[in-house]
């Protein structure tokens, strides 16, 4: 009723129809997201996605414990926005052993963990091998822990060194112990921004059939979008619209994470994203990714004051415990390395919401009302 008098109180017409076709459960298009991201209403924006949100979570909020493993930041394809990966012969190159990182896995399982997020660089040396024994090694040890592993820029680059299809590495990945591939390396699809910022790696539709396939395979993922770089409101659009096509074709994104553009230390430059961008960003992939279940508010990027507040702008999930965070902290966030349980609790309480301690797969563990 409160939305339903807003709406109709609101004075633009455009946002005022928008604000209708909300109401209505009506799909937006890409014209009114584009309208929104020029629009200055933050509040009414971030009301119309809270609405939503709560239609689909009610008021619970999630988080996870888990462990994020960057194994080494040797990476082939130095991304401008990246202040992460660096080549071999620099300083700063570092490469975990895998009992460094079983170690890692153990320490999360003995606090509980439910999950560990692989991320890391590209190196020249690593064979399909490296990756899949990896995952291997870390089920065998710990069958109890989820391995949340390689984005499509890993999977894409597994394919191209050994001639082999998607599919064909998807499947080996997932029969040594993979269970979901996380959302990183889709930066922004457009390619005009990819030949400025990431002309190397795993194009926008390399990304998309890999998630595709892993879907068709059973293997559910997450997807990200890096935002305030170079990138345009209607390159966002795009992206957001790629992403919602895919999802209506297979359902197999289980949340949608916008990733506010960190610039220290990268050739890319640039500045820090405003708190006001990355709200309306969030309330905007909540209102036009009427597909995804979850937008995920992630503390290492946006602060955990501004991921605060995204619980009430359309967001519904930070992310987790993380325990160690090398690709953002490279770049110059502020953020913690990690965070605490009880303290991921106390953001969702502080913000109104019940946290719910979940899996990787959204499930209930534990609810803290
Ligand atoms: O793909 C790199 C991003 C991503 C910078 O799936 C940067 O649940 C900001 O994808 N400023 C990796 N971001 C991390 C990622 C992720 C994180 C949390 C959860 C999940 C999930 C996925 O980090 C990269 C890139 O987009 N990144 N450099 C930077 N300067
Ligand atoms: Fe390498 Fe990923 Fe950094 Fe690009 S974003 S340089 S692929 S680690």
Not at 92 to 98: G, I, L, Q, T
Not at 296 to 322: F, H, P, S
Request: hydrophobic share 40%; charged share 30%; net charge neutral.
């Amino acid at each position: 009723m409160e939305l339903e008098v807003l709406v109709k109180n609101q004075k633009n017409r455009k946002l005022r129809e928008i604000g209708q076709k909300v109401l209505e459960d009506r799909r937006l298009s890409p014209e009114d997201a584009i309208e929104l991201f020029y629009s200055n209403q933050l509040a009414y924006i971030g009301a119309l996605a809270e609405w939503v949100n709560r239609k689909k979570n009610g008021m619970f909020a999630y988080f996870i414990v888990n462990r994020q493993i960057n194994p080494t930041n040797i990476c082939v394809y130095q991304c401008d926005f990246c202040a992460f990966g660096v080549v071999k012969s620099d300083p700063k190159a570092y490469e975990m052993s895998v009992e460094e990182i079983l170690e890692k896995v153990k320490q999360t399982y003995l606090q509980g963990g439910r999950e560990v997020h692989i991320v890391g660089g590209v190196p020249p040396h690593w064979r399909v091998e490296d990756y899949v024994s990896l995952v291997r090694k870390i089920k065998e040890r710990f069958p109890e822990v989820v391995v949340k592993a390689w984005t499509a820029v890993e999977i894409h680059h597994m394919a191209k060194i050994s001639k082999r299809s998607y599919e064909d590495i998807l499947l080996e990945l997932k029969e040594a112990g993979l269970s979901a591939i996380p959302g990183g390396g889709a930066e922004i699809f457009s390619e005009r921004v990819r030949k400025i910022i990431a002309p190397y790696k795993a194009n926008a539709e390399e990304y998309l059939e890999i998630h595709r396939t892993a879907h068709k395979l059973g293997i559910p993922s997450n997807a990200t979008m890096l935002y305030g770089h170079v990138e345009t409101y209607e390159e966002r659009v795009e992206h957001m619209l790629r992403l919602r096509e895919l999802q209506d074709e297979t359902g197999g994104f289980q949340v949608f994470i916008p990733l506010a553009y960190w610039p220290e230390g990268t050739r890319l430059g640039g500045k820090r994203t405003s708190s006001v961008d990355d709200l309306k960003t969030i309330a905007i992939s909540r209102l036009f990714l009427d597909n995804f279940a979850h937008i995920k508010a992630y503390w290492i990027t946006l602060g955990e004051r501004v991921a605060q507040i995204a619980l009430n702008m359309g967001a519904d999930d930070l992310d987790g415990t993380i325990e160690e965070e090398r690709i953002v902290h490279a770049a110059g966030t502020k953020s913690p390395y990690k965070q605490t349980k009880e303290k991921l609790i106390k953001l969702i309480k502080e913000a109104g919401k019940i946290p719910v301690e979940r899996d990787t797969f959204y499930n209930s563990v534990a609810i803290y009302s």
